[in-house]
């Protein structure tokens, strides 16, 4: 019986993703693009390049739809991660895929629904799938896909469950609305929408310009920063 059920599932996730190609990047109007350095300490360790959209092939009209390509290291030619979401309209993911440029070059596939998250894995020769209980709110984070932040949280601040799309790894963190402050981006300081996700050393710092544009991360885990090059 359960597996009979998780036969479904996968069929079911398979069905909503399989419709995922690079043609659907160029649907919806666009929303933000940008490249993101990422340092660690003063050294340059990756980028990455989004391409955020209105609208998704699930739902034409209604949400978001954000694609990244991201290059570890920065002068890597070909991207090792390859992504593209959706989101509904109140910011909530909904489906992704994640194609890795690794040794076992699998692709991870991610379903949140209003009754389970389901996590799929498949390599060339395996294929696996786990699920999680629904979550009021959740939000995807990565310690390497810092793109992911590109689509402004929902407004309200509080509890929210952070999925980990690579693993599937759930945690319960708070989300901080601080405000206007300051801080600095490339050479200037100037000031930005100042959210906090989780706290202690696990603390991200999300930073949005007046029009809900992305334009730093900092993740004290790891002390990484992402910031939005110039001109983009």
């Known amino acids: 019986m359960l597996i009979t059920r998780m036969r479904h599932v996968i069929a079911s996730l398979v069905a909503v993703i399989a419709g995922f190609a690079p043609t659907m990047a160029a649907q919806g109007r666009l929303v933000d693009q940008a490249t993101l350095v990422i340092t660690r300490g003063s050294v340059m360790i990756g980028k990455e390049q989004f391409v955020l959209r209105s609208g998704r092939q699930s739902a034409p009209g209604s949400g978001f739809t954000l694609t990244v390509r ?7 030619p070909d991207p090792v991660l390859v992504s593209i979401f959706e989101f509904g309209p109140d ?7 994640l194609d890795l440029d690794t ?13 389970r998250i389901t996590v799929r894995r498949v390599t060339p020769g395996a294929e ?5 209980p629904a979550v009021e709110r959740a939000l995807l984070t990565d310690e390497f896909l810092v793109s992911l932040h590109a689509v402004l949280p ?3 601040e509080g509890t929210i469950t952070t999925i ?3 693993t599937g790894r759930t945690e319960i963190v708070e989300l901080v609305d ?9 050479d200037a300081q100037i000031t930005l929408r100042h959210l906090t996700l989780g706290s202690g050393n696990q603390m991200r710092h999300l930073w949005y310009d007046a029009e809900g544009r992305l334009m730093k ?8 920063t992402a910031t939005r090059s110039p001109g983009s």
């Open 91 to 97: 910011s909530q993911p909904a489906t992704g895929r």
């Open 70 to 76: 991201a290059h570890y290291p920065a002068n890597r």
């Open 164 to 166: 980990d799309p690579r």
């Open 128 to 132: 696996s799938a786990r699920q999680y």
């Open 178 to 186: 601080l405000g206007a402050g300051s801080t600095l981006v490339g």
């Open 103 to 115: 040794g076992e070059r699998p692709s991870v596939l991610i379903s949140v629904t209003p009754r």
């Open 217 to 224: 991360v900092e993740v004290t885990h790891g002390s990484l």
């Open 154 to 156: 929902s407004r309200r």
